[in-house]
């Protein structure tokens, strides 16, 4: 499968601030997908991250809250924009296929984010 | 709407002992399920898929079941060891989604 990497790991931000997280991986890939993981909770899909187009989010998350980027198949940005506490969350990235399994999603290591 | 859920929010078994983790679905049209199990502090980790036209699939002490007629799927760990303590999620794809079930505890006493 592939090899994925986020970028911080983990972060402490101010409330109103903004940050962006950045998700590597090892080959080139068709999908791209970005989740948030709440403490304690199981993960919810934030959005398709497209390449070459806008990203497709989910009921519930909005382009401005968490606008995404794709410039090509092996990289991809997510940033938390204007943050509250309630931003407080495990945030993952996956991608699509690898090896046998072309439909399975693997994920990274994930980038846990504190809002004070 | 569409759900995974699972019976048991937390098991806790013996080192040694056979664990059985527990999901139901709600969507008659999933055709993809997969386990993951998810360490502190890391990323889930891919464990054991199954399509639905199996009813049973084994890997490495790990063997999951499928039941179509009541959407029910599980997991099952032969031989749990310490290492095997995470949570672990029930998940189905339908078109190029995820949808995670709320997670098990599997807690394992040496």
């Known amino acids: 499968s592939a090899v994925i990497s986020q970028k911080p790991s983990r972060d402490i931000c101010q409330r109103g601030t903004s940050l962006t997280i950045q998700c590597q991986v090892d080959?080139?890939?068709?999908?791209m997908f970005w989740y948030r993981q709440q403490p304690g909770q199981s993960l919810t899909l934030i959005a398709t991250?497209?390449?070459?187009?806008?990203?497709?989010?989910e009921s519930g998350f909005v382009i401005d809250k968490f606008p995404i980027s794709r410039p090509n198949l092996t990289f991809s940005t997510l940033t938390v924009s204007n943050m509250s506490p309630e931003d407080s969350s495990i945030y993952l990235c996956?991608?699509?296929?690898?090896?046998?399994?072309?439909?399975?999603?693997?994920f990274g290591p994930g980038t846990r984010l504190t809002v004070l | 709407g569409e759900s995974v859920g699972l019976h048991l929010p937390t098991l806790s078994v013996q080192e040694g002992d056979n664990s059985i983790i527990n999901c139901a679905y709600s969507?008659?049209?999933?055709?993809?399920f997969i386990w993951y199990k998810q360490e502190s502090g890391k990323g889930p980790q891919f464990i054991i898929d199954?399509?639905?036209?199996?009813d049973k699939r084994q890997g490495q002490r790990v063997t999951v079941l499928l039941n179509k007629t009541v959407k029910h799927l599980s997991l099952q760990i032969a031989a749990t060891q310490p290492g095997d303590s995470a949570v672990y999620f029930c998940a189905y794809n339908q078109g190029g989604k995820l949808i995670f079930g709320q997670g098990t505890e599997l807690s394992v006493k040496p």
């Open positions: 991250a497209n390449q070459g187009s806008e990203a497709t989010y």
């Open positions: 199954i399509r639905s036209n199996m």
């Open positions: 080959s080139q890939v068709t999908m």
């Open positions: 996956s991608v699509e296929g690898g090896g046998a399994r072309t439909d399975t999603q693997y």
């Open positions: 969507n008659s049209a999933s055709d993809y």
